[in-house]
């Protein structure tokens, strides 16, 4: 079992910043590769970023790329998402997902994003 605990949202300009911080309960953190989902409003959730178990590879939505960028401190049991040169579109609530053997996942509870123009 793995708790997901997300931090870091909240109410950013257009062409902002913001770094989201998703802490991970449990010492097999490392075995669980890593990803960001989104939903905005009246949408479905989707893609954003992910990472493999210990940081070698990671493939983002074409919508982020270039902008936004995933990383994790295994030490940490920490996945971050690094995200620059916000837009109004990247308005959702942003949800950490872990994915581990036997296609265990689990979700956390979400951090509202809000990039006002």
């Known amino acids: 079992q793995v708790e997901l605990v997300e931090s870091g949202g909240g109410l950013v300009q257009a062409g902002g910043s913001l770094r989201l911080s998703c802490a991970a309960s449990g010492r097999t953190f490392n075995m669980y590769h890593m990803a960001w989902f989104r939903q905005a409003p009246g949408k479905e959730r989707e893609f954003v970023a992910r990472i493999s178990s210990y940081g070698i590879s990671t493939v983002y939505a074409d919508s982020v790329k270039g902008r936004f960028t995933i990383s994790r401190d295994n030490a940490k049991n920490t996945v971050y998402l690094q995200m620059n040169s916000l837009k109004p579109e990247d308005t959702a609530v942003y949800y950490c997902?872990?994915?581990?053997?036997?296609?265990?996942?689990?979700w956390g509870q979400g951090t509202q994003v809000t990039v006002s123009s």
């Open positions: 997902f872990a994915l581990g053997l036997g296609n265990a996942n689990y």
